[in-house]
Nanobody, 121 residues
Framework: QVQLVESGGALVQPGGSLRLSCAAS??????????MSWYRQAPGKERELVAQ????????TYADSVKGRFTIFRDNDKNTVYLQMNSLKPEDTAVYYC????????????WGQGTQVTVSA
């Protein structure tokens, strides 16, 4: 049974930092075979892609709204993907979700339960 377990969400002041973690288990294939992403969903808004790290190349992509502030990275030995968030803004407030998609078969698509990030003074 595949599990993606996010952690690290919290209440933080504007300008602060957080690091989210997503620990994966139960994959049929090795963790490195999965493209890992972080999405977020704010109240009343659609879920949006925040950052992604490719499975083979390790190439990263970011939403324009977080470029230069957020960094996604993965540790394939620990089956974990991280999202380092710096210079947080109130508009970053959302539930953050981890997503895994198998590189050669997009039907293998998994989601975590989400972790709440609140940026407020």
């Amino acid at each position: 049974q595949v599990q993606l377990v996010e952690s690290g969400g919290a209440l933080v002041q504007p300008g602060g930092s957080l690091r989210l973690s997503c620990a994966a288990s139960g994959f049929m294939f090795t963790f490195s075979s999965y493209t890992m992403s972080w999405y977020r969903q704010a109240p009343g808004k659609e879920r949006e892609l925040v950052a992604q790290v490719a499975s083979a190349s390790g190439i990263t992509t970011y939403a324009d709204s977080v470029k230069g502030r957020f960094t996604i990275f993965r540790d394939n030995d620990k089956n974990t993907v991280y999202l380092q968030m710096n210079s947080l803004k109130p508009e970053d407030t959302a539930v953050y979700y981890c997503n895994a998609v198998l590189r050669w078969a997009s039907s293998y698509n998994y989601w975590g339960q989400g972790t709440q990030v609140t940026v407020s003074a």
